[in-house]
């Protein structure tokens, strides 16, 4: 039995089931759903047709678009928020004892996590400057 604060807290070892961590998970997953859902009703997409010139061939596409980037915005805030909410928790529980979790290996991947989404970031949206 390890000590977190002082004498009088003390940590003991629990255990969760696959239920209990599902339903940890399950607020954030309902919040995605209910973002897909509203813009699925405020800006639907629908199919969008273009004819292209190159090498001396036409090419026609046709692609699911929507008319306003709102969507896509929000997607990208709220996955920052979250892996930035993830940064900010392994970095305040980064000093405890390796015995309370894999703390600095959480923010490590937390970390990896959001310079992936910065260099992607930057690779879809710079070029279309």
Known sequence: MKVLVGDQVTFHKRSITNS???LYTLPLMVIQI???????FVDP???FEYTKFE???YNHHRICSSSSNAMMITAIVFDT???FTGC???????NMDDDFGESK?????MYNIAVVMIVAGVVIFIPDV
């Open 20 to 22: 209990e961590a599902a």
């Open 34 to 40: 209910g973002i897909l859902v509203c813009f699925t």
């Open 45 to 47: 997409s629908a199919p």
């Open 55 to 57: 090498d001396g061939l």
């Open 81 to 83: 928020c979250i892996v």
């Open 88 to 94: 900010v928790l392994a970095y305040q529980c980064r």
């Open 105 to 109: 290996q959480l923010l490590f991947a």
